[in-house]
C-alpha cells in the first residue's frame, strides 16, 4: 500500500519560517506530479503548490513568492519550504499526487502561524 508521511509542520510566528518534507514508500514519486495541499478549518483542500516530473513549478496566488516546492528523487521525497508565513497559512499540509489519488492522502502535518 502507498504510503505518504507528511512532516515538518509547527507553531510558527507571523513572518516565520518552516520546511515540510513528503516521505514516500511503494511509490516512485519522480514519476507524478507532486502537490502540496492544505486543509484550512471550514474550507475545502486546497492545491498550494505542484512540481512536475521535469521539476517545473507551480503555485497557488496566494503563497506565491513565499513557497517554493521541491524534490529529491534520490531520497524519494518532496518538500515545501514556506518562508513569511502568515496566520491564514494556518492549517493542515499534505502531499499528493496531482490531481490527488483518493488513496494516498496522509495524516498530514499541522501548521500553526501565531504570536
Known amino acids: 500500500q502507498v504510503q505518504l508521511v507528511e512532516s515538518g509542520g509547527g507553531l510558527v510566528q507571523p513572518g516565520g519560517s518552516l520546511r515540510l518534507s513528503c516521505a514516500a514508500s511503494?511509490?516512485?514519486?519522480?514519476?507524478?506530479?507532486m502537490g502540496w495541499y492544505r486543509q484550512v478549518p471550514g474550507r475545502q483542500r486546497e492545491l498550494v503548490a505542484r512540481?512536475?516530473?521535469?521539476?517545473?513549478?507551480n503555485y497557488a496566488d496566494f503563497v506565491k513568492g513565499r513557497f517554493t516546492i521541491s524534490r529529491d528523487n534520490a531520497r524519494n521525497a518532496v518538500y515545501l519550504e514556506m518562508n513569511s508565513l502568515k496566520p491564514e497559512d494556518t492549517g493542515v499540509y499534505y502531499c499528493?499526487?496531482?490531481?490527488?489519488?483518493?488513496?494516498?492522502w496522509g495524516q498530514g502535518t499541522q501548521v500553526t502561524v501565531s504570536s
Open positions: 499528493n499526487r496531482v490531481p490527488a489519488h483518493w488513496d494516498y
Open positions: 511503494r511509490i516512485t514519486l519522480s514519476i507524478y506530479v
Open positions: 512540481i512536475t516530473s521535469g521539476d517545473t513549478t
